[in-house]
């Protein structure tokens, strides 16, 4: 939007804006405009497919008061409607979109404190002439902006922003520091002038400038339930979680690797189904099947957990097996990064093994219920456990033990780490983060110390994870929802005790009791096991491939960011039966960011 052009004129800009998320909604294409608003949109059909038309206009004697673009879940919806109803609201389509509006017209935005949803919305009210853009409470969606001197560009990406000429592909120092460390400031991009909608906030931008506030955040209560009774409200309201998330009007299934959080929401979307039976998907790499090899936090392979939970609860259950080599395939690194926008610095392996396991999904179901967040909410992390890193004074997940998962700068040159100075950044990122915890008076020492690791999570390093989440997903068209996410269970469970949430002394103690009985003795017992990864040499072997021509193009515009010598060691090593995650996480990451910087032709501000 932009009060001095006239949005006539910037049509075929809002349709290249409009045209870079086609992926995200493949379904359809709308556009609308006025003299000062311009809002495209593509739609994933989930919720009246014929209906709930994108961008959606309402108001009263047949004038359009407000206009809604949206993307995500309004899972109260059916509830929201028959209370507009009551207030004198018609309405014309089944979507949640509509719902939305009208809430809007209803309540402004005030109708947010009564969304149970993931949510990134952006709505003009052509009465005031405002834009205001509304993001879910945990962040589940993602919502950029990008004010310019007269106006403000928004998308659910940064490619949509990036599509408009009047944004700057400048990268500064601090999009390095956050591109190469895992500290996730609430609101920065690594682009230079965009920002991101913080989780539980709303953006409100006119003719008198840009504000922000919270409509929502983490609060700190007393925690007055009884054991048993705390055990029955989380099952309770995971259960009713699980059971909203699973309408649809399109096939839906879940993703099951075999642990706890992901056969938890498995075993109660059966529950929810009978006697239809739930589809449910699992993940492993074919090496793995055939010659896993147990590493620090791997102990067995996912699949015999995964058939072991399918057949528990009668699930329609099927394997997906990659192909380490599929890893390496060209388009679908180009794909992978086109969807992020940005280097997969960490996690490596996973971004392309993701992307893989939600196209071959896609061919059979629209939308996934995934296990994401269990893990923040109810520490499930090593680091909740490790003294060590619970008494750190720094981000838990940056510690010895943990940390070299996320350590992606090992090759680059030591001019340039000296110039970004990670430590320094690190450190005022985890200050600032620990002024926003919220304080209960006279919590006990180590519930405020656990208090504020699990707010770090959930406010940083969850975000990265339900990003990875969101990106690898859309980019083939399909809708994973967390139920985790549902802010009832993170606001009851962030105030239950330390003692409460690991009573038994395992990890995850409160989840384990409150899902017992969806699940199977195995799966029950089983120890924290993060994603697969391969362990197969090929698949660094071919890495190692990449890093020499790199090194042997002198145009390459990572390279004068790199320790040559350093990168050179690479090529001498000798290749090793299985290959770790933790060993190549800087190989990964330099190839990555070359490949960024010559798609996206990067102004490196250094």
């Known amino acids: 939007m932009d009060y001095e052009l006239n949005m006539s004129t910037e049509v075929n800009v809002l349709k290249q804006m409009t045209k870079s998320l086609a992926n995200r909604g493949p379904d359809a294409e709308g556009i609308w405009h006025d003299s000062h608003a311009a809002i495209g949109h593509r739609r994933l059909s989930i919720i009246d497919l014929s209906g709930g038309r994108q961008p959606m206009e309402a108001g009263t004697m047949g004038s359009t008061q407000a206009v809604v673009t949206f993307c995500g879940e309004i899972y109260n919806y059916r509830e929201l409607r028959k209370e507009l109803q009551l207030a004198g609201h018609a309405f014309e389509t089944g979507s949640d979109t509509e719902v939305l509006l009208k809430a809007y017209l209803q309540w402004g935005d005030g109708m947010t404190h009564r969304l149970n949803g993931m949510y990134a919305l952006g709505i003009w009210n052509r009465h005031t002439q405002e834009l205001v853009l509304i993001r879910d409470r945990m962040g589940v969606k993602p919502l950029y902006y990008y004010p310019t001197s007269t106006g403000i560009l928004f998308g659910s990406e940064p490619k949509a922003i990036l599509a408009n000429p009047v944004a700057r592909r400048r990268v500064s120092l601090n999009g390095l520091r956050e591109i190469f460390d895992m500290v996730k400031t609430p609101e920065q991009t690594v682009y230079e002038g965009m920002f991101e909608v913080r989780p539980g906030y709303i953006v409100r931008f006119s003719r008198k400038g840009l504000s922000k506030s919270a409509y929502w955040s983490l609060q700190a209560n007393p925690h007055t339930d009884d054991q048993d009774t705390t055990v029955r409200t989380v099952r309770d309201i995971l259960s009713d979680a699980v059971s909203r998330q699973m309408v649809a009007d399109v096939p839906i299934c879940t993703l099951l690797s075999g642990g706890l959080d992901s056969s938890a929401i498995t075993g109660f979307a059966a529950k929810s189904l009978a006697p239809r039976k739930v589809r449910s998907f699992s993940v492993d790499f074919k090496t793995n099947m055939e010659n896993f090899e147990v590493d620090a936090v791997r ?43 940005m280097p997969s610095v960490y996690w490596g392996d996973m971004w392309p093994s993701l992307y893989l396991l939600f196209r071959a999904i896609k061919n059979h179901s629209t939308v996934a219920l995934s296990g994401e967040a269990a893990d923040e909410i109810f520490g499930g992390y090593r680091w909740f456990h490790n003294p060590a890193a619970i008494q750190a004074d720094t981000f838990p997940w940056l510690t010895p033990g943990s940390s070299r998962y996320f350590g992606g700068s090992g090759l680059l040159a030591p001019e340039l780490l000296g110039q970004l100075d990670s430590e320094t950044y690190r450190k005022e990122r985890y200050l600032d983060a620990l002024k926003e915890v919220p304080v209960l008076p006279g919590e006990l020492a180590v519930d405020r110390r656990m208090r504020e690791i699990t707010y770090l999570n959930l406010t940083r390093f969850l975000q990265t994870l339900l990003d990875r989440n969101d990106r690898m997903s859309m980019a083939v068209g399909l809708e994973v929802r967390v139920p985790f996410c549902d802010h009832r269970l993170v606001e009851y ?94 190989l990964e990451a330099t190839l990555s960011l070359n490949r960024w910087m010559s798609e996206y032709a990067m102004d490196l501000a250094i």
Do not use: C, I
Request: proline share 7%.
């Open 493 to 586: 469970v962030f105030n239950v005790p330390w003692q409460m949430k690991n009573a038994d002394g395992r990890e995850k103690s409160l989840l384990r009791a409150a899902a017992k009985d969806v699940l199977p003795a195995a799966v029950y017992n089983r120890v924290k096991t993060p994603y697969p990864a391969t362990q197969d040499p090929r698949y660094e072997n071919g890495l190692r491939e990449e890093l020499a021509e790199l090194l042997a193009d002198h145009n390459a515009p990572a390279r004068p960011l790199l320790d040559l010598k350093k990168a050179g060691t690479w090529m001498k090593r000798t290749d090793a039966a299985v290959s770790h995650p933790y060993n190549r996480g800087s």
């Open 299 to 341: 102990g067995a392979p996912d699949a015999p957990f995964a058939r072991a939970l399918a057949e528990h609860v009668g699930a329609d259950h099927a394997e997906v097996l990659l192909d380490s080599s599929d890893l390496l395939d060209k388009t679908v690194r180009d794909n992978v990064l086109r969807a992020l926008d």
